[in-house]
């Protein structure tokens, strides 16, 4: 039997998790905004923890971004192998973290205007709807809208390698620097947070290969230029990667000395915890009854 615990946790009723899922020491951490990335084993509880993300506290937007859900980072990963013969390491991980930025920025403006109407009559919110609606991405997928914005060229999914420029290519009237800035700002003056989950990403199938590094150090970038970027600028919104430890100890850490520090390494400390967690995990598997006598075993 193969289990995937850090999967199979989320699928556990909030009643029944209560009992058997005990916050981490980081978790208190995370919510406070002081942990973007998230590493561990199979198992030890991301996507449990992303879950709880969720569901505290009212004021909280969450976006979980995962590859079963959407291809978007498997597209992208395809991508690199087209790019990468004579380009430099450094900039493919440019262009990755461009094209993220465009594709996923543009999905948290689309879901901040569907869901924060507080304040609607403000410049900063006009000027994000505008650019959604010139952009035609008001009305549709906005994922995969930015996708075929990228790969209108060729037929399919590119990465950008000047983003600015890209973008004023369609000449429109409001580009996506000026969005992504009135975005931030508005962000900053609403009593609402926006977080963006990217979460179980090791199902997209890594080989650990040279394009996989290429893909996580991007995606690190991805995270801690916008994160950094928000901060200073006081807004509600931050960006949280989940990783398994494996990809985390294969990448080279862009910006190691800045993401470390808001890096944490998930595991089990409580081994009782964990046989409990398995043990329910199996029963609901196999619809086993547990024991009315007391105890955690099962029948």
């Not at 561990?40 to 079963?68: D, F, Q």
């Not at 597209?75 to 390491?89: M, P, R």
């Amino acid at each position: 039997m193969v289990m995937k615990l850090s999967k199979g946790v989320g699928e556990i009723q909030v009643e029944d998790l209560k009992y058997i899922w005990k916050a981490p020491d980081i978790y208190n951490e995370v919510i406070e905004n002081n942990i973007w990335l998230i590493y561990g084993r199979k198992g030890s509880g991301k996507s449990t923890l992303v879950e709880y993300i969720k569901s505290y506290p009212a004021n909280r937007i969450v976006l979980v971004l995962r590859p079963e859900d959407h291809k978007v980072l498997q597209k992208i990963i395809s991508a690199i192998e087209t790019e990468t013969k004579n380009v430099g390491d450094r900039e493919i991980e440019m262009r990755i973290e461009n094209t993220l930025d465009f594709i996923l920025t543009s999905q948290l403006m689309r879901i901040v205007c569907n869901t924060i109407l507080s304040d609607t009559e403000s410049e900063e919110f006009k000027i994000i709807t505008k650019f959604l609606q010139q952009s035609q991405m008001e009305g549709t997928s906005v994922i995969e809208r930015a996708i075929n914005m990228i790969s209108d060229f060729t037929g399919k999914l590119i990465l950008v390698e000047n983003l600015g420029k890209f973008i004023d290519s369609f000449k429109d009237t409001i580009t996506f620097e000026q969005a992504k800035e009135a975005f931030i700002t508005f962000m900053a003056s609403v009593n609402q947070e926006i977080v963006l989950c990217i979460d179980d990403i090791d199902e997209i199938g890594f080989s650990y290969s040279k394009l996989d590094r290429l893909f996580v150090n991007g995606l690190n970038i991805f995270l801690l230029r916008n994160n950094v970027n928000y901060l200073k600028k006081g807004s509600n919104i931050r960006i949280i990667v989940t990783m398994p430890s494996e990809l985390y100890f294969h990448s080279n850490l862009w910006g190691a000395d800045k993401l470390s520090e808001k890096s944490a390494c998930l595991t089990w400390s409580n081994t009782q915890a964990i046989q409990e967690l398995v043990n329910m995990r199996i029963g609901r598997l196999l619809n086993i009854k547990k024991r009315r006598s007391g105890g955690t075993a099962y029948t």
